[in-house]
Structures are given as C-alpha cells and as structure tokens.
C-alpha cells in the first residue's frame, strides 16, 4: 500500500501560463476566521515537522509465495503519533496545500532509506514516489542518490514504486525520467494496478519490472470468480512482458494460497505482515507452514451466464467525428467532456481511426505543434490500425486478438461495428472484468440445480492435484432409491432433496480444502484435501439422515418404505432413501489421469452401495484400473 498521497497535477508545457496582475481573477468566498486559523495551524506545525524531521519509518514485508521468504520490504511513513498530521493522506493534503509536497516527499524518502539501512533489512526496499514529484522539473536532482549513498544501500537494492492517484498525461517526460531513474540502477515497480487513473498506460508505456495488484482485487478472492479470472489475466499479461507480480492487501490464508497457485510471484498484506518500525525478518509460522504445504487451492467457481457470448454488452455509444475536423475542435471536444479519453473517426458510417486524448494533449503541449496542425484535418493524430470487431464477435476471439495485438490496443479500446458500420466502443477494461466469462459453458461447468462445479470444473480440479503430487481422497456420492421416490413424489419434491443433499455435503467440507461438484442428477463428487476426511464424511451422513425424515409423509416413514409400480406395471416395495460415499485414496504418481480416477471411484460407489441404508465405504486397493 503507498504511503504517499500526490501533489495535484503539474501544468504541461504550453499550457496557459499563471494569471498575471494584468488577468481577470474572481473572488472566492471568504474562508470562516476559525478555518483560517487551523490552516495555519497546520501550516506552522508542518513546517515544524520538516525543520525537526518528525517523521517515522515502518516497513510492511513483501513475501515470495512459493517459498516463503521476505524478498524485500516497502517503506510507509507517518507523522508524530499525537498529531493530525500522523496519517500520510492528511501529512501530503496539508503539504499540497501549502506547496511543499516535493520537500516532504524527499524528507520521507532520506527517512525511509536511513532506517531501512539502520535496521540491516534483507532483500530489496520499495521506496515510493509520486509521477507528479518524479516529473518536477525544477525539483533537486540526484537527491534520492545521494540519500541511499549516505546510507550506504546499493542502488541495486532500490525499486521505485509510482504510486498514482492523479492522471498522469505526460508520458514521455515520464519514460525519460524512469530511463534516468533505471540509468543510476533502480528497478520499477507500479503500485495499485487496476485502481489508479492510467496504470494499465503505465504498464505499457514503462515496462516495469514490478507491478502491484490492487488489494481490491485481491481480498474475497478465494470466493469471486471475477477476481480470480482478473488476477489471473494480469497474471498471463505479465508473464508475457516479463514483469513480477506483486498482490497486495492479502489477508487470509485462503487468499494467499489461491494466488500461489496462479502463479502469483510476491505477495503482501497483514497475514503475512503488518508494517512496523521493526518488522520481522520471517514470515509468521503459520504462513510458512501454510506455504509449504502441499496440495492445491480450491477456485471459485462461476455459475451459469447466459449472456457472455457476444461483446455487445461491452457496447458504449460513442459520438463520432468525421476526417474533415480539424485537430482544433477535436481539442476542444476533450477539454469540454474531461472523462472522454477516446473519440472514434468514422465517414459515411465506415470507422477509419480512433484519437487518444492522451495523445492530442501530448502533440498540442509540444512547442508549435498547435499552431502547425490544429487546423489540419484530424486524420494526422488518429490511429489508423483500430481494432475493429463486428457486434457478433465472442468475448473468446476479442481476447485472443486483444492478447496479440500491440499493448496499446487496451487501452484505446476497440470498435464495434454491425455489417462494416460504426455502433460504438468497448474499453479494454470492460474486457477484463468480463474476460472469466469467456470460459463457461454453462451446463458443462456448472449444474443449473445446484450451481455446483459440473464436470469439466471437477476433472480440471483433479488434474491439478494429481500435477501438485499431494495425497488426497476421492469421495462418490450416490442416492440410494432416488428414481422411484421421484416418481411418487414428483420431480419438485426430488429437487428439494438433490438441493438439501448438496447442502450438506458442502456443510461438512472446508471450502478452502475441500471441492465439491455435482456430476448430475443425483450423483455428486468430493475431492478432500482435509485429512479428517473420514470424520467428516460421518457427518454427512448423520446429517442425511436427520434430514430424510422431511421428504417422506408420516405414513410412509412410519413403514419404512412406500409401494410404487415397476417398469412392468408390478407393485414393488421400495425402501427409504440413503445416501452411498465410495471413497478412494489417492497418493502421489499412483494415478495418472481424472479418467482413471473416475473409474476407481465409481467402482467404490457400488461397493458402497451394496451395504444397505447409509453408508461409507474405503477402497483399500492401491493399484488404479486399468
């Protein structure tokens, strides 16, 4: 988490300069007298701050999830602790106020680092700045250097972490300030990804060896879906532009575990450390026990989604322009709308290019380049290579292009079109947070009665845990007498029951251990990592059987059993439901395949099946069929 809040965005070259004596001004209200003086209040007692240097270091621990090991750690800092400056929002808000944000922000930094050295940390230090501070141009140059010389700290140690909550515009005055960052040997890292203004822009434009997932994303993980296909896509990204991904605000061992296995490289957050002034040198005992352990984390599953196919719900109207306009009035089209960042250019319903705001500012803020080109045709400053899909193209085929096309493509977005005409646009976010959508096939990953795991999420659980070599257990779930209690009752009543059925199974499972899936009708599966596996199978059943009574009238409850008609027409006396558990151990490199296994394992539902009423049966044999 930063500890530093930005100073307001910087005037960009060849913007308006400051008002002079000359320039009409309004008149402002007039603050309350009470507010005028706890302002300055504030203002002498920052100043007091930075003359004394009251200012104090902690250091919040950055994890590598498959090991363990604290890799580094990230510098926050506060104010004096009785103070209302103690927080770093409200330190930053007040030094903003009072144009000292560049002398705070290098005050923090000369703290950090010094204490940092003083306590002898392992690894690297993630030190934070703010772009706004970063592209200073009148800001003290080298000083950050000059710090960590003092210090003593290779600079090889040091990553800069941006941490952005302004919008950053200049973007080439940004790739010069990290090349000369990089040039005295700092890596970079992006903070909060997916929460500030441009940090997937910054991703591409930077080419970080560092980013940090938003703990927005990260927290509940174990349990959203969306999240996990988020993370996950961030994941995929980063693999391919050879950036490590750090997750932030990690507070369970759920979360923690399901980010190992997405092959998340660092971690960070209160399980697996809080920031102190003196942290500690190792994870908590738990967490490396945790980590250490083998087996897989259980996903989230998703339910069906009848409305993922098409990228028409990623449709937004866009008002377009025309070639013939000229630079300058598209201009003006952004500074009147300040959330549009791109406008499309389409003639005669036919789209030929899309303008970056980002790159309209950049072009005008250059010397001349207004008075060159703004009354050209827009056409000079338009990407002329959109991505175009047509109203009908699957949210599959727009990832797989998304994924190979060039990095800027998600941000400008793309073009919707319907028979070759412009219908609007869809934001590269838009994709992302639909993108777990582009996986479900609804039937076949999840049952519609039940919204358990279907097949295909059960045989892609198994693969995994056969790939981790961990031991576990299979349980097959079977009903006992179901179809004939279908036919007396009716099929409303037996839903009830495959209903009340997957209830408990999951009752008595550790969600975070345990997955549970429903093969179909009246058939489920458990894949237990809990090694008290056997215990909790006996409360599923103890539980079945409290729960039977319900599906039955008195009369037939009260017998045992209730007389229906076989296929031959002949009155059969059919006994009370129970519920069959088959259950095979599997150990490592014993089974090869979820095919094998779910041959084994339907073999020990007959057995089980054969013992009457409920029951539970192991399999004891070691070799899978053949």
Not at 519 to 529: A, K, Y
Request: hydrophobic share 40%; aromatic share 8%.
């Amino acid at each position: 988490m930063a500890s530093i809040v930005n100073p307001l965005p910087l005037a960009l070259p060849g913007s308006r300069p400051a008002p002079t004596s000359a320039t009409v001004t309004y008149l402002k209200p007039a603050a309350p007298p009470a507010a005028v003086e706890e302002d300055e209040m504030l203002r002498v007692h920052l100043n007091d701050i930075i003359a004394q240097r009251q200012l104090s270091a902690l250091f919040q621990p950055i994890v590598q999830m498959q090991t363990g090991e604290i890799i580094a750690y990230e510098g926050l800092i506060r104010g004096p602790s009785d103070s209302p400056l103690h927080a770093p929002m409200n330190l930053f808000k007040v030094a903003r106020a009072n144009n000292l944000t560049v002398q705070v922000e290098h005050l923090c930094r000369k703290v950090v680092l010094e204490r940092f050295a003083e306590l002898n940390l392992p690894g690297k230090l993630f030190l934070n700045v703010s772009p706004e501070c970063l592209l200073q141009r009148d800001a003290p140059h080298g000083e950050t250097l000059e710090y960590i010389q003092q210090a003593g700290i290779d600079p090889g140690r040091v990553i800069i972490e941006l941490t952005e909550n302004q919008p950053t515009y200049d973007y080439e005055l940004m790739r010069e300030a990290v090349l000369h960052y990089r040039d005295m040997g700092f890596q970079i890292a992006i903070d909060d990804l997916g929460e500030g203004f441009s940090s997937l822009r910054l991703w591409s434009e930077l080419r970080p060896e560092f980013v940090k997932i938003d703990m927005h994303f990260i927290q509940g993980i174990n349990n959203d879906p969306v999240k996990l296909q988020f993370v996950r896509s961030i994941q995929e990204i980063a693999d391919k532009s050879d950036t490590l991904v750090i997750a932030e605000g990690i507070e369970t061992q759920a979360e923690l575990l399901v980010l190992r296995d997405l092959g998340v490289a660092f971690g960070q957050g209160y399980h697996l450390g809080r920031p102190h002034s003196q942290p500690a040198k190792a994870v908590p005992a738990e967490v490396a026990k945790a980590l250490a352990r083998n087996g897989v984390a259980v996903y989230p599953q998703r339910g069906n989604d009848k409305n993922s196919a098409s990228i028409l719900k990623l449709l937004h109207k866009v008002a377009a322009v025309p070639p013939s306009m000229s630079n300058n009035d598209v201009y003006e089209i952004f500074m009147r709308e300040p959330k549009l960042l791109i406008i499309p250019v389409v003639e005669d319903g036919q789209p030929l290019g899309l303008i970056s705001r980002f790159d309209m500012i950049d072009h005008f803020a250059r010397p001349y380049q207004r008075e060159l080109y703004g009354k050209k045709s827009c056409r000079i400053f338009m990407d002329s290579k959109p991505l175009i899909a047509d109203k009908d193209t699957s949210l599959q085929d727009l990832s797989f292009t998304m994924v190979q096309a060039d990095a800027h493509h998600l941000f400008n977005g793309f073009i919707i079109t319907e028979d070759g005409n412009y219908l609007g646009m869809g934001t590269g976010h838009d994709l992302m947070r639909e993108i777990t959508q582009m996986q479900i096939t609804a039937a076949r990953y999840a049952n519609p009665l039940t919204q358990l795991p279907g097949n295909v999420p059960i045989n892609e659980h198994i693969d995994r845990l056969l790939e981790s070599g961990t031991r576990f257990w299979v349980c097959y779930c079977d009903l006992d007498h179901f179809k004939p209690f279908n036919d007396v009752y009716g099929y409303r009543r037996g839903d009830d029951v495959i209903q009340r059925t997957a209830k408990i199974l999951t009752d008595h499972c550790d969600p975070d251990r345990d997955f549970v899936g429903h093969i179909g009708g009246d058939d489920f599966m458990i894949l237990f990592q809990s090694e008290d596996w056997e215990t909790r199978c006996q409360a599923i059943l103890a539980g079945f059987e409290h729960s039977a009574r319900d599906y039955y009238s008195l009369e037939d409850w009260d017998r045992g059993g209730y007389l229906s008609e076989d296929r031959q027409g002949k009155k059969v006396f059919y006994s009370l439901m129970s519920l069959s558990l088959g259950v095979i151990k599997i150990e490592a490199h014993q089974f090869y395949s979820h095919h094998q296994i779910a041959t084994a394992a339907a073999e020990a539902k007959k057995q089980a099946k054969k013992i009457h009423g409920n029951s539970l049966f192991l399999d004891r044999r070691q070799q899978p069929p053949r």
